[in-house]
């Protein structure tokens, strides 16, 4: 049926007072009355006064010619139903939007994508519904936020935001509580900055894998403290060697091994372990053939708790002094404490040494230094007992008490080689002991005879000597078979000289022996 127009006087545009339907016939007649048969299409057309129905129809464009929309003024291009495009959407610097909170929706048919070959600006949200963002070639994909806004990247759900391919960031990475994870085949996650660049993080991090710095340090930066915080009962576990550049707080924790594996601190170079508070022992400290040293004076205190003891179970070369505070050296198992000094070095003991068990010297001699005594005192009635030979390098001062044997045994003072026993005090034998000397080579009281020996508090003299002490030369030819003096009787009455000459003889005999024995014994030299 005919549509009713308004003819303009130029025939430049025709404007339609009612809807013209794409396909219709419109019969126009020029200026010379000659009727014009035209399908409708848009190149007809400048202005529109009401709606138009393509009725299935597409709106083209011949010669490679633009379709363009244009509002007037602050119109808008309004698409209210599903828009399926046959080539380029060029919005000329407008944007897209959608009326009453309703969503923008860019479906490609079948396996097609969605390309963005320029900037994209967002001014709301964008749904990829399960579709993931990817670039074609080697660009990369940049989301680069405007006027100091945030990207917001929300899954619905459950649902993740999964990263594919390295991910380069501009500026902060918020993931709002959510975690950084990875979901196929075990992945690592990689921070990688450039260059120079560091990994800073400003809050607290809470891992729920490995966390691999590939060869880089963990530093902070403006004197902050680096805090490792396991969650409840859980551990702070290092599986490998750790290098610290700077102190460790483990907070009163504990450091521990897992698998009875060892703990080992180790320096680079002549550098040292420094401890500057007290340590608790739960195990072994193994020096590796090093040394525990102090520095500034400092002691070195090995407390046990409560009766805990010291075990030092290995040899111990000490480089300063080791104050037990009034606590024991002890071994166990029967084990023997030996103190060994290196070399020409003594064992110098500057106090008292109260011993609970046996001193063994290993052939070595006690000694005392600037003239100072050694002082052997046993507690109460107890004993200084010596169960070997003695060798003494100077006096022996019992004050007062005496030098016994235990069991019967023999107390033996056996001077060295030629050395002899020298006693410049008086001696006293108990009464009932005796003297007891050898059987064979015997013994000598005075070894010179210009010594002096006196008996019975008598003032002792030099070996008496004097040519009276001659042996007697008997001439009486008496008879001496008898050891008795006969009686000799009255000599003016008969001749008694047989008897007389006898007794001379016998006498003879008896001195001449006792003489014997006494210069046999040196008590008398014999002859002058």
Known sequence: MPIPFLNTASFTGIQLVSNPVVGHVLTCVDAEGTAAWLPISLANFTSLSADLDVNGKKLVSSNNGNIEFKP?????????????LGGDLDTNGFLITSNNNGNINIDPHGTGKILLSALVELGGDLDLQTHKIITTGSNPITLEPANNQNIVLNPS?????????DTVLGGNLDVSTNKIVTTANNNDIELDPH??????????????????????????????????????????????PIILGGDINVDGKKI????????????????????????ELGGTLDTNNFAIVSSSNRNITLAPNGSGLINLSGPVTLGGDINVNGKKISSASN???VIEPNGSGLIRLTGNIK???????????????SNQNIVLTPDGSGSINLNGP????GNVDVNGKKITSTSDGDIDIEPDGSGSIKLSGNVS????????????????????????????????????????QKALVDNTSGDTSAVTLAQVGNTSSSDQSTAINNNFARIAVLLNRLRADLVSLGLIKGDA
């Open 72 to 84: 007037h003024g602050t119109g808008k291009i309004l698409l209210t139903g599903p828009t399926v």
């Open 157 to 165: 759900g459950t649902g993740k935001v999964v990263l594919d391919s």
């Open 195 to 240: 260059g120079t660049g560091k990994i800073l993080l400003n809050a607290n991090v809470k891992l729920g894998g490995t966390l691999d710095t590939n060869d880089f340090d963990i530093v902070s930066s403006s004197n902050r403290s680096i805090t490792l915080t396991p969650h409840g009962s859980g551990l702070i576990r290092l599986n490998g």
């Open 256 to 279: 521990l091994s897992a698998s009875n594996e060892n703990i080992e601190l180790k320096v680079e170079g002549s550098g040292s372990i420094k401890l500057s508070g007290k340590v």
């Open 335 to 337: 084990g023997d404490i």
């Open 355 to 369: 011993l609970g068990g046996t001193l063994d010297t290993n052939n070595f001699a006690i000694v005392s230094s």
């Open 390 to 393: 003695v060798v003494l390098g």
């Open 429 to 468: 034998i108990k009464n009932g002991s005796n003297i007891s000397l050898g059987t064979t080579t015997g013994t000598k009281i005075g070894t010179a005879t210009d010594q002096r020996l006196g008996f019975y508090n008598a003032i002792p003299i030099p070996q008496p000597a004097s040519v009276a």
